[in-house]
């Protein structure tokens, strides 16, 4: 790169989610932060009226011909996540830092590897969790600090969406556990509600002051169509040190809830909506809109340039792979359907909700009980990992296995 020139970078995965990258970069490209050399999809890149594509940005269908061709300082990967560790292993082997879609991998094995080559490539890798920019989150855990809240019991969040039949004929992948005998886990807590699980294990990491270490997952997995994975769950992580978190998460909704995180201490409750940056700290009449996001791109780049310190760095996302890697064994989710279902619409834009499934998922956030132990009639037991992490007493300090 010429001294003063803004960094190439190269976007692989153009369409789908890769259009919303493509709107960033064309803001940062238009602002002189970046500047757009290439764009990589197996098929031509969709028409996007908001990132018209730069005169000269090359065109491929292959990642390994674009870093030779287009020698890029910077790629962002936003393929399926199955293929992210190979994809990911050529651009650092390339020289290039990397800013990588969630769920960065799909196991711990995967996460390790990738791991060793950023740290053989000396190159930076930052994890698309774009809501851990959020202002409102830093003032969320500012707040904690400052023990607005007391002494933090739990941690929590629900999220209730629809996804409809389009959706899981999106491509060969959707709603697949595994693609060609690797891990796909296209389900609700893996993929589209992902970011509410990262937002509760930023705030655990906040409370304990060092990354969760999981020692005890819980989870009660469901679906109401003919899916291999997930569409609705309810999971509870146990940390070897600070409060228990637990999500409850839907694409199978009656109503739409965005996503609320639920610090609940001794002096209150403080609710978070991190799609919307709301915040509602104890003493507050009602949310609040907390203006500021950092974008996770504009992040890497002033890393490069100043040293600035990554917001989602590939290390603090481990937790969230081990949650990913504990539930890889885990049986196939509970198939809910009778009376228990009704559709909304027809063609590609019907929905299958999950009657009651509102109240189920809200009630366990309040309390932190799964759905089997407040005895919900639909509710089966929770797949347990216990993952040999000794689990200090909440009271006295002592510890227990």
């Not at 600035?308 to 885990?330: C, K, N, Q, Y």
């Amino acid at each position: 790169m010429t001294v003063g020139a803004p960094p190439r970078v190269a976007l692989v995965g153009a369409n789908g989610h890769g259009r919303w990258h493509r709107r960033v970069i064309a803001a940062l490209h238009g602002a002189g932060r970046l500047r757009l050399v290439a764009l990589v999809d197996v098929r031509p890149p969709e028409e996007e009226p908001d990132a018209p594509t730069p005169p000269g940005t090359g065109i491929f269908t292959d990642h390994r011909a674009m870093l030779a061709a287009s020698h890029p300082d910077v790629v962002v990967v936003c393929t399926p996540p199955h293929t992210h560790l190979p994809i990911a292993r050529d651009v650092l082997a390339a020289g290039a830092d990397l800013l990588l879609e969630k769920p960065p991998v799909l196991d711990l094995a995967e996460h390790r590897a990738l791991v060793d080559a950023t740290t053989a490539a000396g190159r930076a890798v930052q994890v698309n969790f774009q809501a851990l920019g959020s202002a409102a989150l830093a003032e969320l855990t500012a707040a904690l600090a400052a023990g607005r809240l007391g002494p933090v019991t739990g941690i929590a969040t629900v999220a209730a969406w629809q996804r409809p039949d389009a959706y899981y004929a999106r491509s060969p992948w959707a709603g697949r556990r595994s693609v060609d005998g690797r891990p796909a886990l296209d389900g609700a807590l893996a993929n589209p509600l992902a970011h509410a699980l990262m937002q509760c294990l930023a705030v655990a990491e906040a409370v304990a002051g060092e990354p969760v270490r999981p020692a005890r997952i819980e989870v009660e997995r469901y679906r109401v169509r003919p899916i291999e994975v997930d569409d609705t769950t309810v999971l509870r992580l146990t940390p070897a040190v600070g409060p228990p978190v637990l999500a409850a998460l839907t694409l199978a909704a009656e109503e739409h809830v965005a996503g609320d995180v639920l610090v609940t201490g001794a002096r209150g409750r403080a609710v978070l909506e991190y799609p919307t940056d709301r915040l509602r700290l104890p003493g507050d009449a009602r949310p609040r809109a907390v203006p500021g996001r950092v974008g996770l791109l504009a992040n890497l780049l002033d890393h490069r340039a100043a040293s600035v310190p990554l917001i989602a760095p590939l290390v603090r996302t481990g937790p969230f792979t081990e949650v990913l890697d504990a539930l890889r064994d885990a049986p196939e989710p509970t198939l809910l359907d009778g009376d228990l279902v009704r559709t909304v619409g027809d063609g590609p834009e019907r929905v299958r909700v999950l009657r009651g499934v509102n109240a189920v998922l809200r009630d366990a956030a309040e309390t932190g009980v799964l759905p089997s132990e407040a005895g919900v009639p639909w509710a089966v037991r929770p797949y347990l990992v216990d993952l040999g992490v000794d689990i200090p007493d909440r009271q006295d300090g002592t510890h227990h296995a």
